[in-house]
């Protein structure tokens, strides 16, 4: 799997993922940051806004790619919630 995420003034750039690798990063939320990725699994992509602040705030948000989508949560402890199929 391939990433590439952004903001309007930080470049996170693109990572290659092997299977259960992770890729994080710590926010600076201001009143108007939006982050957004854009995922790539062989055939499959999607690209959406991963955070915005102003909304609900949390202390970790997690996301998960599985062959039928992508998938989120708040904590690990919770359970992943289907968001997007893949275009």
């Not at 391939?2 to 903001?7: D, R, V």
């Not at 750039?13 to 940051?33: K, S, Y």
């Not at 949390?58 to 289907?82: C, M, R």
Request: glycine fraction near 6%.
């Amino acid at each position: 799997m391939t990433i590439h995420c952004a903001s309007g003034d930080r470049e996170l750039g693109f990572h290659t993922l092997a299977v259960n690798e992770q890729f994080q990063w710590d926010l600076c939320a201001r009143a108007r940051t939006k982050y957004f990725c854009h995922f790539w699994w062989g055939s499959k992509q999607k690209a959406f806004d991963v955070f915005t602040a102003g909304f609900f705030y949390y202390k970790k948000y997690v996301w998960a790619a599985k062959e039928d989508g992508i998938y989120s949560t708040h904590e690990d402890f919770d359970p992943l919630t289907k968001k997007f199929n893949w275009d």
